[in-house]
């Protein structure tokens, strides 16, 4: 192995502490607490504060993240996000290959805030990737197309204090009680739509429309 892949193996192993500890999250309902700003928030549309806070819970390595990013997710940022009627916010949960996504959120991180979404929505693009070459190969393919070198890649995936962040991360969504990726909540109520991929856009905007007449 070379010594880069032993680094990220190192991140890797480091990482699965995150997943020991979502693996132990109850399976109860989801608790408030979601309108509140928590470090590490990445967020668009309305400024904090705004009437609605709409956040989603969500990996980069969940196949039904990825189907709510591709599916409903142009029309929910068109009506909310880009007319500034919502904070939306993004909340990262790294779900199995949890090495994977940790390091994914980890290059988004890296890219700089102003290409976190993009690396974000690349690596939900592309999952298929993941699993026709290697989580490596498409992690940092994604990390040069964001204008990494792959020595930066390297510093990105193998930072323990990133980790160390991440996992703090995960332990605030434990104490909100968020059991599952993709999660919705509109200003602390959680958005539940039966059937798989996420919170349709009639339910998100029944929740949203209420809180803006309120």
């Known amino acids: 192995m070379a010594p880069t892949e032993s680094r990220f193996a190192r991140m890797s192993r480091r990482a699965a502490i995150t997943g020991a500890a979502m693996a132990t999250m109850a399976l109860a309902a989801c608790g408030g607490g979601s309108k509140g700003a928590v470090e590490g928030d990445m967020g668009l549309g309305a400024p904090e504060g705004a009437k609605v806070t709409v956040v989603e819970y969500a990996s980069v390595t969940c196949p039904h993240c990825a189907l709510w990013q591709k599916n409903t997710w142009p029309a929910f940022k068109a009506k909310y996000v880009d007319t500034n009627k919502v904070r939306y916010v993004f909340r990262e949960l790294p779900t199995p290959p949890v090495d994977a996504a940790t390091a994914g959120f980890l290059v988004a991180r890296c890219a700089g805030p102003d290409k976190y979404f993009d690396v974000v929505h690349q690596l939900m693009a592309t999952q298929q990737e993941m699993l026709t070459s290697s989580p490596r190969d498409w992690l940092l393919r994604t990390a040069q197309a964001a204008g990494l070198s ?9 930072d323990k204090a990133a980790v160390a962040a991440m996992e703090k ?3 605030a969504a434990q104490a909100q009680g968020v059991t599952g990726t993709p999660a919705f909540y509109v200003n602390d109520t959680q958005v539940i739509t039966p059937g798989g991929e996420g919170a349709s856009l009639a339910d998100l905007s029944a929740a949203i429309d209420a809180e803006l007449a309120k």
């Open 150 to 158: 792959e020595q930066q890649f390297n510093d990105c995936v193998t």
């Open 169 to 171: 991360r995960v332990q």
